[in-house]
């Protein structure tokens, strides 16, 4: 398959591994600052097999417990920095971030916004527990 589509893509290679991507996907040496609060079971992790690209390893047992469950992550800039949990209330949505190093005032920044994507997306308000 990837034979196929070699004339469409553009390898790079980033700290010796190759990755690829469409020649029309839009690149900046400084790209704006973007977080994300993933589910548990996101693809952005679970398809991989070797996720150091989005993930420093130590933090990998951290994310998978013994039960074998994926943990919901922060996403932050394309690497995963931590977890998170929610509890429902009655009126709004309770939501505890754990991340694995204190966040920079850019960060908390970035995931306050992502909260508040998150609260839309549910049809609730969402608050941080602090």
Sequence with gaps: GMAA???????????GQSYWRDRDTPTSDNPPSCAYL??????????YKDR???LDM?????LTPANGMLNPTMVYDGRVIGTWRRTFQKKSVQVTLSPFAPLNL????????ALA????FI????QLNA
């Design 52 to 54: 150091s690209a989005s």
């Design 123 to 126: 049809g609730l308000p969402a």
């Design 117 to 120: 994507r998150y609260g839309a």
């Design 38 to 47: 993933l589910p548990g079971f996101d693809e952005y992790l679970l398809s």
């Design 106 to 113: 850019a960060q908390e920044r970035a995931f306050a916004e």
């Design 58 to 62: 130590p933090y990998m047992k951290t």
């Design 5 to 15: 589509l070699k004339p469409e893509l553009v390898e790079e290679t980033i700290d």
